[in-house]
């Protein structure tokens, strides 16, 4: 079987690399892929072969913006069960975060999955399930919203869509962008065809690719070979999972289930069309509708805390360490921000391997 943790392998995949002698900067979008290349020491591995790897916005805990976890800690101080992932409870906001409510006395659950909290509405009078996540999770909402649910279950979506974001950050152009390593579980629900586009207007190649340290340096080098042989293609690293077509059945679902809307993200402004909200005839599950008196209540919110420059780190600029809060002001117990708290968040990955190299 082949081994995708094979320090020799790796080390002849970094020596190609090396030999093409470029001058490059990619991003990946997922916290996964930065937690491999922080743990595996593949930052390390690349530091002489002129690429340079940027976190982008791939954490979907940290693009979800203050105003939504505001909204949540006020429907949960009103009386409404919230339920969420286990990451979400720390991310602070002005108003405190989703724990401080609970520890106030709120009713703010933990689950697992969507089903979770679809299970847990038959023992409370109001459920709300803040879903967040991209392409990868909103399947699974998707799939609870078509079947008959509790009147009392209602949905917050938070959930994102990839493409929309890397296409603000081409157009914002705050640095350049020379290839995209694309996430694996994105692509297993979307396929690879609807990067094509993406590739074909801005001419920047695309690499597809899994989660494990042979997986991101094959996609280092395929994009490495991609630009000096002049292409801006998508290719996939990833073809033991993806397809091209990707999950035709719930990529259907869900754009049965959903609609395109609008949307800020942490760090951007409204992106155009970023963002899945329920359509029309969800609207007795949708949050947004169902408590929408409560919601017109919570008051405006700040998106960073002090220092915090979590915004910044979503769009690539800037490393963990640049922040002056890291490690210090902030760190995993006493977080400023979602960059810390989440695991897939640049700031807490840094804090667990970085200090400890």
């Not at 470029?22 to 892929?33: A, E, Q, S």
């Not at 105003?67 to 990451?87: P, S």
């Not at 209602?154 to 020379?178: K, T, V, W």
């Not at 949050?287 to 919570?298: G, H, N, S």
Request: some cysteine; hydrophobic content about 40%; glycine content about 8%.
């Amino acid at each position: 079987m082949f081994k995708l943790r094979d320090e020799e392998a790796a080390r002849k995949i970094v020596g190609l690399i090396k030999k093409e002698n470029v001058k490059l900067r990619f991003m990946h979008v997922c916290g996964t892929h930065q937690d491999t290349l922080v743990r595996f020491g593949i930052e390390q591995m690349l530091k002489d072969t002129g690429v340079e790897i940027r976190q982008g916005p791939g954490c979907p805990v940290c693009v979800t913006t203050a105003d939504e976890v505001a909204d949540a800690i006020t429907l949960a101080k009103a009386g409404v069960t919230i339920a969420v992932f286990g990451d979400m409870m720390k991310v602070p906001t002005p108003i405190g975060s989703l724990a401080d409510a609970k520890a106030g006395g709120a009713d703010v659950r933990i689950v697992y999955s969507v089903e979770d909290a679809v299970r847990l509405a038959a023992e409370v009078d109001k459920m709300v399930f803040m879903a967040i996540g991209f392409e990868t999770t909103s399947p699974t909402t998707a799939a609870v919203m078509v079947e008959k649910l509790p009147e009392n279950f209602s949905i917050y979506s938070c959930h994102r869509l990839l493409l929309p974001a890397l296409q603000a950050i081409i157009n914002m152009g705050e640095f350049q962008i020379d290839g995209l390593i694309e996430p694996g579980h994105v692509a297993v629900i979307t396929g690879t065809r609807i990067f094509d586009e993406f590739s074909s207007k801005y001419q920047i190649p695309q690499v597809v690719t899994g989660f494990e340290p042979l997986d991101l340096l094959m996609a280092t080098y395929m994009l490495v070979k991609q630009i000096k042989e002049g292409r801006a293609e998508v290719e996939n690293e990833y073809t033991r999972l993806v397809k091209p077509e990707g999950n035709t059945k719930a990529f259907n679902l869900v754009n049965e289930v959903f609609k395109p809307v609008d949307r800020a993200w942490r760090g951007f402004p409204v992106i155009p069309l970023s963002a899945y909200d329920l359509r029309e005839e969800f609207d007795a599950h949708n949050a947004r509708k169902v408590y929408e008196d409560l919601l017109a209540q919570r008051p405006p919110v700040k998106e960073e805390i002090g220092g915090c420059r979590c915004g910044e780190m979503l769009r690539g600029i800037i490393d963990p360490e640049q922040c002056p809060a890291f490690g210090k002001a902030c760190n995993p117990r006493y977080p400023m921000g979602p960059c810390m708290v989440s695991r897939e968040g640049g700031c807490n990955i840094a804090f667990r391997y970085r200090g400890k190299l």
